[in-house]
């Protein structure tokens, strides 16, 4: 998938899961396969600086960064962009987890 940009914290975790629903099959080990080419999707290392909304239109932040695993088909796909964002209102939403193991 494309590394996601602009996004909010629960958008990412949505988005990862509804890409891995549409374009992978999940394997009874937990892994997924690509549905197209049957090859063993990869996670690539993603940076998300954290922003803050109230920043209209615009990235701006403390600095702050988190981690995620971005799932990719390493076939039919580009791994996907180093660094993405995410936009959230002033805290990061705690108990929240976007990662995934593939
Ligand atoms: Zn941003
Ligand atoms: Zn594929």
Redesign the pocket.
């Known amino acids: 998938m494309r590394t996601p ?2 996004i909010s914290a629960q958008g990412l975790a949505d988005a990862i899961d509804s890409w891995l629903k549409e374009n992978c099959d999940r394997q009874p080990d937990g892994s997924y396969l690509c549905r197209k080419c049957d090859a063993t999707i990869c996670a690539q290392d993603v940076y998300f ?1 954290v ?1 803050f909304k109230f920043f209209p239109d615009t ?1 701006g932040g403390a600095g702050e960064f988190k981690r995620f695993g971005i799932p990719f088909c390493p076939l039919c796909e580009d791994a996907p962009e180093a660094y993405g ?1 995410v ?1 959230i209102d002033a805290h990061w939403p705690t108990d929240y987890d976007a990662a995934v193991s593939v």
């Open positions: 940009k602009k600086l922003h990235c964002c936009h």
